[in-house]
């Protein structure tokens, strides 16, 4: 049976590392970011390998979501989407969601915005994708009998056997050992913007050891932070581990 799993996550997580992962199945067809050139086009962001994006990527949603809700490419079983919940932006449709199964990437908000601080100099809520993730959480959760997956970077790298066997079982997916190493560099399916945001990851060939993000967070991002925490605490709520 097809499977069509798209992982919604914010910035500054270790959604790239988990594609990687899910790539190393040979059952597996992966796509990064599928939504990355509308958004670019839409809200007209000067990102790292903006032109190159909108060059090589579809920014028509329409186009895009009938891709993806459409046969599994490589006649493959599962097709892992990556998705950025940002870029879910308000005009796109929401009608072709329902064919797919929603997964959700989280990170704690204080130390998504330590890291993502060094990338952009002004963040809004918005930016963390954190309301997106909410928003999609609820409309699933109320369409669906069970409650979306949703798990937590710091748990996989703190475990990441354990949290994969877990979140293969709750998509009802056979676990493949696998998605625990992958070969170093960049991929065919990556996107276009891999050369100028990819520089670590290229690098691994396995998920990293959890390590803190420390130090103080900048007194201009503190109302920000503040409006995530109660965001973030709803989807933990439904993590792997708690429930």
Same mark, same amino acid.
């Given at each position: 049976?097809?499977?069509?799993i798209?992982m919604?996550s914010g910035?500054?997580?270790?959604?790239t590392?988990?594609m990687?992962?899910?790539?190393?199945?040979?059952?597996c067809?992966?796509?990064?970011?599928?939504l990355?050139?509308?958004?670019?086009?839409?809200?007209g962001?000067?990102?790292p390998?903006?032109?190159a994006?909108?060059a090589a990527?579809s920014?028509?949603?329409?186009?895009?979501?009938r891709w993806?809700?459409?046969?599994i490419?490589?006649?493959?079983s599962?097709?892992?989407q990556?998705?950025?919940?940002?870029?879910?932006?308000?005009?796109v449709?929401?009608d072709?969601?329902?064919?797919?199964?929603?997964?959700?990437?989280?990170r704690?908000?204080r130390?998504?915005?330590?890291?993502l601080?060094e990338?952009? &100099?002004?963040?809004? $809520?918005e930016?963390?994708?954190? /309301?997106?993730?909410? %928003? !999609?959480?609820r409309?699933v959760?109320?369409?669906?009998?069970?409650p979306p997956?949703?798990?937590d970077?710091?748990?996989?790298?703190?475990d990441?056997?354990g949290l994969?066997?877990?979140l293969?079982?709750?998509?009802e997916v056979?676990?493949?050992?696998?998605?625990?190493?992958?070969e170093?560099?960049?991929?065919k399916?990556d996107?276009?913007?891999?050369?100028?945001?990819y520089?670590?990851?290229?690098k691994t060939?396995?998920?990293?050891?959890?390590?803190p993000?420390?130090?103080p967070?900048?007194? &201009?991002?503190?109302? $920000?932070?503040q409006?995530?925490? /109660?965001?973030y605490e %709803? !989807?933990?709520?439904?993590?792997?581990?708690?429930i």
């Open positions: 049976m097809a499977v069509r798209a919604w910035p500054r997580n270790i959604s590392a988990l990687r992962a899910w790539g190393s199945r040979a059952d067809y992966v796509t990064d970011e599928p990355y050139a509308f958004y670019l086009r839409e809200t962001l000067d990102h390998g903006r032109e994006t909108l990527h920014s028509d949603w329409r186009e895009v979501t993806l809700t459409g046969p490419p490589e006649d493959r599962i097709w892992y990556k998705q950025m919940a940002h870029h879910l932006l308000p005009s449709g929401r072709w969601l329902s064919k797919l199964t929603h997964a959700f990437l989280i704690d908000p130390e998504m915005l330590l890291s601080v990338f952009l &100099p002004t963040i809004r $809520v930016d963390t994708g954190l /309301p997106q993730q909410v %928003e !999609l959480f409309r959760l109320e369409q669906e009998p069970r997956v949703v798990v970077g710091r748990d996989v790298l703190e990441p056997p994969l066997q877990e293969c079982r709750r998509l056979p676990y493949d050992a696998a998605m625990l190493q992958w170093p560099g960049l991929r399916t996107g276009a913007w891999a050369p100028f945001w520089d670590k990851v290229r060939t396995t998920f990293g050891k959890y390590r993000k420390d130090g967070l900048p007194e &201009p991002l503190e109302p $920000v932070y409006a995530c925490i /109660p965001l %709803e !989807l933990a709520e439904y993590k792997i581990g708690r």
